[in-house]
């Protein structure tokens, strides 16, 4: 391994494990070590390492194995503490593909050189906002970072419409949020970078003196928010089409910032291919299905968490304003990997994640 990749493997193996996130393959939790495997005999096994979680993206594997003959190994685990395993274990890793919740944890690995360049075809499938500048990891669904809501402690005309102004004392004790989440680390991450590093420093602080409630994930958010524990949760969009699974009539709606709000990020969950995979035509193929019509269609039609689709012509889910129609903050998602690092100490600084 070179200079450049233990330096990144080992920062980011300090960070993670300073912010609670232990990075490698011992001792990890039972979700992070939970195996899924169909391997048919003497057939091809591709190795996926999933920062989405199983029940989420299993369905999706599964028309995957349907659809080729290829069984797929999975490890599932937090995509950040994924990231940094890759980075360790370098061109060694056992993993064929990445396939993480958020763009800022792919370009972490991007940046360490262990992620191939993939087809022209591939990449073209989907709009140039939503895949790396360098051809090295591509989108396959998209959210969009919204402030759910219990709609029977306040009305949408009184929530913000400035993720800025949940630091106004109205909202002491009535804030959640999951810090030591990939997603919510990416939207401080995009925050730094479209408003500097002082003012996020400044919105953290006074977001930590209104005494926010701290969840492990976004779904314990809105179970909390269906509960009345909380008022207002910072989360991505499709959690409340999960928790709607489990609880149809949950007095709980999304609010939608206003355009071009640091708190208004357009995210994608993504994949990449390892430079060191032994099975490269299965990883291929594996993008290419994620990407395709029938990939694209899961998220529309079949998932229960409603994500969008990227690929032009697959409307999304009803009721879903569209894709085209939501403005985030005027970065690139390419720039969310280069900034995890300093958005994790940051957070730990804070307070957040120590």
Known sequence: ??????????????????????????????????????A????????????REEEIVEPLFASFEEATGIAVEVRYGDSAELAATIAEEGDGSPADVFFAQDAGALGAVAATGLLAE?????????????RASDGRWVG?????????????????????GSVLELTDPRWKGKIGLPPTNASFQAFVTAMRLSIG??????WLEGIKANEPKLYEKNGPVLEALAAGEIEVGLVNHYYLY?????????????????????????NVAGVGILTGST?????????????????QRFYA??????????????APREGLPPLDSLVGPDIALDELGAGLEATLELLNEVGFTS
């Open 1 to 38: 391994m070179g200079r450049h990749r233990v330096k990144v493997a080992a920062a980011l193996a300090a960070l993670l494990a300073t912010a609670g996130l232990a990075a490698g393959c011992g001792g990890g939790d039972e979700a992070t070590q939970n195996e899924a495997t169909t």
């Open 118 to 130: 993939l087809p022209a075809g591939i990449l073209e499938r989907v709009d140039e906002r939503y």
């Open 242 to 266: 999960l928790l709607r699974e489990e609880q149809p009539d949950a007095p709980v709606e999304n609010h939608f910032l206003d355009p071009g709000d640091p708190g208004a990020l357009v």
């Open 279 to 295: 099975e490269l035509d299965a990883a291929t193929r594996f993008v290419e299905f994620l990407v395709s019509d029938a990939g």
């Open 197 to 202: 590093d002082e003012e996020t420093r400044r």
């Open 301 to 314: 039609e079949e998932a229960e968490e409603a994500e969008y689709p990227l690929v032009a012509g697959i």
């Open 140 to 160: 396959t669904s998209g959210r969009v970072r919204v402030l759910a809501y219990n709609t029977d402690a306040v009305a949408e005309d009184d929530l913000p």
């Open 40 to 51: 048919q005999e003497g057939g091809t096994t591709l190795t996926v390492y999933s920062g």
